[in-house]
């Protein structure tokens, strides 16, 4: 498949491009070599190294317990496979709150690990942190709407935008990071009609996640899309049914192995017969010299 913006390396100038041609803009999240490399072969534009890995990777409940150390062994894989999609890594909670120095030192590392851009959450609170990080030569990703870092603060992950003052709060906070440099802004479990609104207002492109069909474009968890999550969100479509697929598969292969079925000729090597000989005589010697 032929990828939207052309020949060469997808780079964030590239993501305002496609805008101003009203080209849509596809990511997914990826988070191993052959998740990257297989979502690049599809013609992904962009793919998200997502705090989400917390969840669909390590389990957790939700992404607060990540780390900086987590997100850099996935981007590593992800970098790994030579995508030719924009790599954008997640900066993690706590890893840009504290300074505007550390959120460069920390997003330093990232673009030092191969990344081309990062994430980072929060709408006027973090502003401080964009234009830092834009005047230190990093491209950002902005993300308003759900911020799930602050789930805990807005009392879960709840659909943002319903009433007017909130929605209103939402386009303050898109063009806000417009104005601080950001190439881009995810917009996340947000009412349709303010992810739109958004969209008119910025310049940059707003990428959506359960926010609707009016953004510049959209991204989901990779897990959601090829159906591993068997409890995808509600605004997640399942391409595929990866989780039963898988679970047959490995059903099959047990019942095999226990049935002896597993491995078979073509799958195993074996010895000449001229070695065989050989190996049984040094056995044959070896044992008699140890009983005698």
């Known amino acids: 498949m032929v990828k939207a913006g052309g020949e060469g390396k997808i780079l964030p100038h590239h993501f305002i491009k496609m805008k101003r041609k009203g080209i849509k803009i596809v990511m997914v999240t990826a988070y191993t070599y052959y998740q990257a490399r297989v979502a690049d072969e599809a013609g992904v534009d962009g793919l998200l190294v997502g705090d989400s890995l917390g969840m669909v990777i390590m389990g957790y409940r939700s ?65 401080d942190r964009v234009e830092a990080l834009v005047k230190a030569g990093i491209p950002v990703m902005g993300h308003v709407g759900l911020n799930p870092q602050r789930y805990l603060v807005v009392g879960g992950y709840k659909l943002r935008g319903k009433r007017a003052e909130d929605a209103a709060s939402i386009i303050e906070a898109a063009k806000a990071l417009e104005d601080a440099g950001a190439f881009s802004v995810v917009i996340e479990n947000t009412a349709r009609e303010v992810a739109a609104e958004v969209t008119k207002a910025l310049k940059i492109p707003t990428i959506c996640i359960g926010a ?10 990779i897990h959601d899309v090829l159906g591993i999550n068997p409890e995808p969100p509600p605004f ?23 049935s002896g079925r ?7 090597w074996s010895m000449s017969e001229g070695e065989l000989r050989k190996l049984r005589q040094i056995l044959r010697v070896s044992n008699s010299e140890a009983k005698g």
């Open 212 to 221: 609707g069909p009016d953004c510049d474009g959209q991204i989901l968890v």
């Open 63 to 127: 992404t607060l317990p990540v780390s900086m150390e987590e997100v850099l062994h996935h981007l590593k894989a992800v970098v790994n496979a030579g995508p030719r999609a924009l790599i954008v890594a997640d900066m993690p909670f706590l890893s840009y709150e504290v300074s505007r120095e550390e959120a460069v030192r920390n997003a330093g590392v990232m673009l030092k690990a191969g990344a081309d851009a990062v994430k980072l959450e929060g709408g006027l609170e973090v502003v």
């Open 236 to 258: 997640a479509r399942k391409y595929a049914d990866l989780y039963n697929i898988m679970k047959d598969a490995l059903g099959r292969y047990a019942s095999d192995v226990r």
């Open 262 to 268: 597993f491995p078979s000729e073509g799958e195993f």
